[in-house]
């Protein structure tokens, strides 16, 4: 497959760049499509079958099945950063390997609708705990090893509205591709 398709395939809507300015509507925005998130992904998938669970986003890619808890993965390490960032000063977070844990029986073989049930909770606390952040809040900072970086909680918004949005376009997109 073509560079510049596979590119596609994998980052269907681009991968995030973060703005110049983190003004109060972008973030109020994000924040918007964070709360949302949970909606919109269970309206893509809330129908599929089991065999279209079963198909992978892209090839060599991970199926809708694990994308769906990837993303609660994930997410729940998102807030997990915010609570340390906001309770410590500058933590150390702790990495985890996305790639393995999406081989995990769960992510393999579970149902979804446990998954999409924490989500919304999930994503209900995310968006609470967002929306109260103060401007000093949205300054705090951790450091992730894996890339030795410094990322700001406002980065944070932006960065998981970005991801949530991001693997919402691999199901889309697949859908789209599959005539489903």
Not at 14 to 33: C, D, M, Q, R
Not at 120 to 136: I, P, V, W
Not at 146 to 171: M, S, V
């Amino acid at each position: 497959m073509e560079n510049s398709a596979l590119e596609k395939l994998r980052y269907p809507i681009g991968k995030f760049v973060p703005p110049e300015n983190y003004s109060t509507e972008y973030l109020h925005n994000k924040i918007a499509a964070i709360a949302s998130f949970p909606e919109r992904l269970k309206k893509e998938v809330i129908n599929l079958t089991e065999e279209q669970l079963e198909t992978p986003y892209r090839q060599d890619g991970w199926t809708i099945r694990q994308v769906i808890h990837h993303c609660a993965d994930s997410h729940m390490n998102c807030f997990l950063r915010i609570k340390w960032t906001l309770t410590e000063d500058k933590p150390v977070i702790k990495p985890y390997y996305e790639d393995l844990w999406a081989e995990l029986h769960d992510n393999l073989m579970m149902p979804i609708q446990p998954t999409l049930s924490f989500l919304n909770g999930l994503h209900f606390r995310l968006a609470y705990l967002m929306n109260s952040l103060t401007e000093a809040d949205l300054e705090k900072s951790f450091i992730h090893p894996e890339h030795n970086t410094t990322f700001q909680l406002k980065t944070i918004i932006g960065t998981y509205a970005w991801h949530g949005n991001h693997h919402l376009a691999h199901i889309i997109e697949l859908k789209k591709q599959k005539g489903w």
